[in-house]
């Protein structure tokens, strides 16, 4: 990728990760199982930003926390609350609507 373009497509994908995070923590996750199950999907994502980002949806009240400490390495789970499911379903509606408007835009066509 050129030094031009990578700058811009980490801009065009942080737009995007908290969306991908969201999705993966509809089900408990800890941070190495999160990090391997958005590579699963092709979004990587660096545990600088992963972390800051979990605990800024914490202290937003989207996502909880529990450590589990029954296995030799402790490890904290992450998981939706009930507002983290509504706000994942208006997020999830809005890129799908965005998407839309910059295919068609893209692509020559008019705006949904």
Do not use: C, F
């Not at 937003?60 to 529990?66: A, C, K």
């Amino acid at each position: 990728m050129s030094e031009q373009i990578s700058p811009l497509v980490t801009e065009l994908r942080r737009g995007t990760l908290i969306l991908a995070v969201l999705s993966q923590l509809k089900t408990p996750q800890y941070g190495y199982s999160l990090v391997q199950a958005l590579e699963q999907a092709s979004v990587s994502i660096d545990q600088s930003t992963l972390y800051p980002l979990l605990r800024r949806l914490e202290k937003q009240q989207l996502v909880s926390s529990t450590w589990d400490t029954t296995e030799a390495r402790p490890r904290k789970y992450y998981v939706l609350t009930e507002q983290g499911h509504q706000v994942l379903e208006e997020l999830y509606r809005e890129w799908k609507q965005m998407s839309l408007n910059l295919q068609n835009l893209l692509e020559g066509g008019t705006s949904l």
